[in-house]
């Protein structure tokens, strides 16, 4: 009887650090799952903002590429102004300084875009 | 009703799917990056330590979201029909042509938060004290992805993107400058201590009593 009774006590004790162990993971998994939901969510949320807004044709680089377009053509003869149109496509960043590349590619025909702001 | 349905699809979004995705991804990221900071430096200060294993967890899945973002991030400008970057280009710093200072301060912090992140794996190779002392520049390489974001990203000027950053960001420079504020106050209480001698190591200074 005297030597059950530690041996019992040590079954308890190691079944009680068993389960805090296994809802420590549990826990850690449960946090991991709402981390990767969240990261998702994240995801998602940011590429229907950045989706919308470009569909809608109100994105940042082409509005301003688009603006650009506008005043350029404003400038020009009728003839340069039709071949113009065909550089819808390109894009620059609407923060910082403009790329020379950015600069080329908006004056080459690669057409995408049909913006509606006018 | 078909007239508005055209105004709305405005853009043909086809050819800049790559761009978009990779525009949502950095935004992620970004907010990701800014929360692992916040937890971070929860975990390393008196706030919530009775809650640090929790905190400890999602730090280290907030940290592993955010390279998982990062590299979505980059991968994704190789398929941009428009940039046309290189596997160079988006992976070593001042290779392009594109706006090459943020370009290239974005590619250093994807670096240096890949490396001190996951080096918390080789820790005990590593030495804790060391790899704790180390892992500080990480808010180093997350100010350089911040500063990256607002010089080159597309949608710096939004409001909804500077909402969006303002409500994860300021909380963690506040945090960082809470943190460093009480690491100046340690160095100046205990000077001689030679361990702690530059700034940069000073910033987030534990008692060695939690360290794991």
């Given at each position: 009887?005297?030597?059950?009774?530690?041996?019992?006590?040590?079954?308890?004790?190691?079944?009680?650090?068993?389960?805090?162990?296994?809802?420590?993971?549990?826990?850690?998994?449960?946090?991991?799952?709402?981390?990767?939901?969240?990261?998702?969510?994240?995801?998602?949320?940011?590429?229907?903002?950045?989706?919308?807004?470009?569909?809608?044709?109100?994105?940042?680089?082409?509005?301003?590429?688009?603006?650009?377009?506008?005043?350029?053509?404003?400038?020009?003869?009728?003839?340069?102004?039709?071949?113009?149109?065909?550089?819808?496509?390109?894009?620059?960043?609407?923060?910082?300084?403009?790329?020379?590349?950015?600069?080329?590619?908006?004056?080459?025909?690669?057409?995408?875009?049909?913006?509606?702001?006018? | 009703?078909?007239?508005?349905?055209?105004?709305?699809?405005?853009?043909?979004?086809?050819?800049?799917?790559?761009?978009?995705?990779?525009?949502?991804?950095?935004?992620?990221?970004?907010?990701?990056?800014?929360?692992?900071?916040?937890?971070?430096?929860?975990?390393?200060?008196?706030?919530?330590?009775?809650?640090?294993?929790?905190?400890?967890?999602?730090?280290?899945?907030?940290?592993?979201?955010?390279?998982?973002?990062?590299?979505?991030?980059?991968?994704?400008?190789?398929?941009?029909?428009?940039?046309?970057?290189?596997?160079?280009?988006?992976?070593?710093?001042?290779?392009?042509?594109?706006?090459?200072?943020?370009?290239?301060?974005?590619?250093?912090?994807?670096?240096?938060?890949?490396?001190?992140?996951?080096?918390?794996?080789?820790?005990?190779?590593?030495?804790?004290?060391?790899?704790?002392?180390?892992?500080?520049?990480?808010?180093?390489?997350?100010?350089?992805?911040?500063?990256?974001?607002?010089?080159?990203?597309?949608?710096?000027?939004?409001?909804?993107?500077?909402?969006?950053?303002?409500?994860?960001a300021v909380p963690a420079i506040g945090l960082l400058l809470?943190?460093?504020?009480?690491?100046?106050?340690?160095?100046?209480?205990?000077?001689?201590?030679?361990?702690?001698?530059?700034?940069?190591?000073?910033?987030?200074?534990?008692?060695?009593?939690?360290?794991?």
């Open positions: 009887m005297s030597a059950s009774a530690p041996t019992s006590r040590r079954h308890e004790a190691k079944a009680l650090a068993a389960s805090r162990r296994d809802a420590l993971l549990r826990r850690a998994r449960r946090i991991r799952r709402t981390v990767a939901a969240l990261a998702a969510t994240l995801f998602a949320t940011a590429f229907l903002i950045v989706y919308v807004q470009l569909a809608s044709g109100h994105d940042p680089a082409l509005v301003a590429n688009a603006a650009k377009r506008r005043a350029a053509s404003t400038n020009t003869t009728e003839s340069e102004a039709a071949s113009s149109d065909s550089s819808a496509g390109a894009r620059q960043s609407s923060s910082g300084s403009e790329s020379s590349s950015a600069s080329e590619e908006a004056s080459s025909g690669n057409s995408a875009v049909t913006t509606s702001q006018s | 009703m078909h007239t508005l349905g055209l105004d709305i699809l405005a853009t043909a979004v086809g050819p800049h799917l790559f761009w978009i995705t990779s525009r949502a991804a950095g935004i992620a990221a970004l907010l990701l990056s800014s929360l692992s900071v916040c937890v971070g430096l929860l975990m390393g200060g008196r706030v919530l330590r009775r809650r640090n294993s929790d905190l400890r967890v999602a730090h280290e899945a907030l940290s592993l979201a955010t390279l998982a973002a990062l590299i979505v991030h980059g991968l994704t400008l190789l398929g941009d029909g428009y940039l046309r970057p290189s596997l160079g280009d988006i992976a070593i710093p001042l290779l392009s042509g594109y706006k090459t200072l943020w370009t290239s301060m974005g590619i250093v912090a994807f670096w240096a938060l890949a490396m001190l992140g996951l080096s918390y794996y080789a820790r005990t190779r590593i030495g804790v004290q060391r790899w704790r002392r180390l892992h500080r520049f990480a808010a180093l390489a997350w100010l350089l992805g911040l500063a990256h974001s607002l010089g080159e990203g597309t949608d710096a000027g939004q409001a909804w993107f500077l909402a969006m950053i303002a409500f994860v809470m943190r460093l504020g009480r690491s100046t106050t340690i160095t100046t209480s205990a000077p001689t201590s030679t361990s702690i001698a530059s700034s940069a190591e000073t910033a987030g200074v534990r008692q060695p009593s939690v360290a794991r």
